[in-house]
């Protein structure tokens, strides 16, 4: 029994060993085959750095870093050679190693409310595509207009040594928020808080096109001029119904306080601040939106109640969706061009030395709705 036993240990010792030694074989034969599977290109590109191309070229180490750099004491043909070779083998500059030096890097941040309404997503689109063509990198944090997630968005941005973010100020800021000035080149857009110390603002320029919104209804016989926008302890909010009550005085109508509804700015504020206009014992005749999901919430409110429009009240919203053409033949709007507003940005950006206020301007798009 005893050497039964034995003769099956060995037996079983000889199968364990079969089993690892071919399952070893197979996992280097798998090895070698994905190895000659890898095109050379690839192996090409993994091994792609400043001292591959500088020994390939049989060239300076430091002659490569100031040709791939774009430092001009490089000889034309000596840069040409060193840049089609670095494009031959898919070099790409390494981000990290230049924060490590402290070189500023090539990373733009922009902060947005969200991407929902058409306007925010067309002009991080645009903005993209041109930070693209200049060879910079853009990264996108929503806020959702909160103070905690704005500080976090800076922060990350900042790790990734962000050199400008543009973005749209959430209503109250963190109060940590300031400490990103000394590191990052800030840009307001749309919106500015006071005491900033930004390095340029990028404001929309719609106060007279509310005027000209006015000028139009008053024409048109009507009376009872309402208004729906951001809360006022926003510049944005503030100044457009600024604009706003300075047109009615203009035009010598009633400036009744219970026709100018303002609060945060959002889809479900815009419509519900419209059903309180609509269920007024005296609703308005006319309306006019100050901000692109304020326009799109009250808009909503007034196709959900089958609203005559502009029969039993005139609209004019802000911004201009594709779908606005469509819609009871066209809503008249306060235009605004996103890729306009991109280009001016970009400009914005590219100016380290300046700290200007560019205002992009707006137009009254009159249609069937007024």
């Known amino acids: 029994m005893q050497k039964v036993a034995s003769r099956f240990r060995k037996q079983q010792c000889a199968r364990e060993q079969f089993t690892c030694t071919f399952a070893m074989a197979s996992l280097t034969c798998q090895a070698r085959m994905e190895r000659m599977a890898t095109p050379p290109d690839e192996t090409d590109l993994m091994r792609a750095t400043l001292k591959s191309i500088a020994k390939d070229l049989n060239l300076s180490h430091m002659t490569v870093s100031r040709a791939l750099s774009g430092h001009p004491n490089v000889k034309p043909a000596t840069r040409d050679l060193i840049l089609a070779r670095a494009r031959e083998l898919g070099y790409v500059k390494s981000s990290a190693a230049n924060a490590m030096r402290g070189d500023p890097t090539a990373i733009v941040g922009l902060l947005l409310p969200n991407i929902v309404n058409e306007f925010y997503a067309r002009f991080a689109n645009t903005l993209a595509l041109l930070c693209a063509d200049s060879g910079y990198d853009l990264v996108i944090h929503l806020t959702n207009d909160e103070a905690d997630r704005e500080y976090q968005a800076l922060a990350r941005l900042q790790a990734l040594q962000a050199g400008t973010v543009i973005m749209v100020p959430t ?15 800030l840009i307001e857009f749309i919106r500015t808080r006071p005491h900033s110390n930004v390095v340029g603002r990028l404001i929309i320029e719609d106060a007279p096109t509310i005027a000209a919104a006015v000028d139009h209804l008053a024409h048109r016989g009507h009376m009872r001029i309402a208004f729906i926008g951001a809360d006022e302890s926003l510049s944005s909010g503030k100044d457009r119904a600024a604009a706003f009550r300075a047109a009615i005085a203009a035009q010598s109508l009633t400036d009744n306080p219970d026709l100018i509804r303002t609060g945060a700015p959002g889809f479900a504020m815009g419509r ?26 009250a808009l909503d409110a007034c196709l959900r109640r089958d609203v005559d429009l502009p029969g039993a009240l005139a609209f004019v919203g802000y911004g201009n969706p594709s779908a606005y053409q469509w819609i009871v033949g066209g809503i008249t709007t306060i235009d605004l061009s996103a890729d306009d507003i991109a280009e001016r940005a970009m400009k914005l950006l590219l100016d380290k030395t300046s700290k200007d206020e560019v205002r992009s301007p707006t137009r009254l798009l009159i249609r069937n709705s007024t």
Request: charged share 20%; with cysteine; aromatic share 4%.
């Open 171 to 185: 209503p109250v800021a963190h109060p940590d928020t300031p400490r990103f000035h000394d590191h990052m080149r």
């Open 272 to 297: 519900s601040q419209m059903e309180v206009l609509l269920d007024r014992p005296t609703p308005p005749d006319a309306v006019i939106c100050g901000g692109f999901e304020i326009c799109s919430g």
